[in-house]
């Protein structure tokens, strides 16, 4: 099993469209998850962390899933400018290396279309 | 404030040279590290380091090294580049609180022909 596993996509979505992906993550030791966002040929970037309660920011919703061992993102209103890779990533402490290390997914691909 | 800055941002070379991709980030940040991205890959570890004279291999550490004699940079040492070792590479770095997210520089785009 992968340790972060997401939905390669392509997502296509209208402009104004509501669009949700979700992200599995096998160790459950995880102690920290977030969502980052890549444009082609770019860095990633911070899109936001995932909080336990769920946390919004603007048009962003993300919620953990302890238990089913899950994260989301939700973005609503969708802009042409959202169009980018979203990258899942978790944070867990591998005793072995003695210190947090970061898994990332392999991404969603979303596209806005006018 | 500049963050985490690399150099070179494009480079080509040719199978068997050696290459030194630079890194330096002005935060603070105790922990670096250096990825490769390829298609259908996502970000592979390669070596990373949790603080001055302190470094570790990651995923994929076969054919570089690493250093970190400052706090600042972090330089990543091809030996005899390879054509498998085209990619793009990020250096990322964070505070040593060991939960916080990445900050990635902008990438060396390596070709190896």
């Known amino acids: 099993r992968k340790e972060v596993e997401q939905d390669p996509g392509p997502f296509n979505v209208p402009e104004g469209a509501t669009v949700a992906f979700n992200c599995t993550y096998s160790?459950?030791?995880?102690?920290?998850f977030f969502w980052y966002r890549q444009d082609c040929r770019k860095e990633p970037k911070l899109l936001m962390s995932?909080?336990?309660s769920g946390n919004e920011d603007g048009r962003f919703t993300a919620q953990l899933n302890r238990a089913s061992q899950y994260i989301s993102l939700l973005i609503r209103d969708s802009k042409l400018s959202d169009s980018a890779t979203y990258l899942c990533?978790?944070?867990?402490?591998?005793?072995?290396?003695?210190?947090?290390?970061?898994?990332f997914g392999k991404g969603t691909k979303l596209s806005v279309i006018p | 404030n500049a963050g985490v800055t690399q150099t070179p941002k494009f480079q080509v070379l040719k199978t068997g040279q050696s290459m030194t991709l630079q890194c330096a980030q002005d935060?603070?940040?105790?922990?670096m590290s250096w990825y490769r991205q390829d298609p259908g890959m996502g970000l592979r570890l390669i070596h990373y380091?949790?603080?001055?004279?302190?470094?570790d291999q990651g995923e994929v550490p076969n054919g570089y090294n690493v250093s970190r004699s400052t706090t600042e940079d972090f330089p990543l040492r091809l030996l005899s580049a390879a054509p498998s070792q085209t990619s793009v590479y990020f250096c990322?770095?964070?505070?040593?609180?060991?939960?916080?997210?990445?900050?990635f520089g902008n990438g060396t785009r390596l070709t190896v022909t």
């Open positions: 990322a770095s964070r505070p040593s609180t060991g939960t916080s997210p990445l900050h």
């Open positions: 160790n459950s030791a995880s102690q920290s």
């Open positions: 995932v909080y336990s």
């Open positions: 990533v978790v944070n867990a402490l591998y005793s072995g290396a003695g210190s947090y290390q970061l898994t």
């Open positions: 935060m603070n940040h105790e922990y």
């Open positions: 380091s949790v603080g001055a004279g302190i470094t």
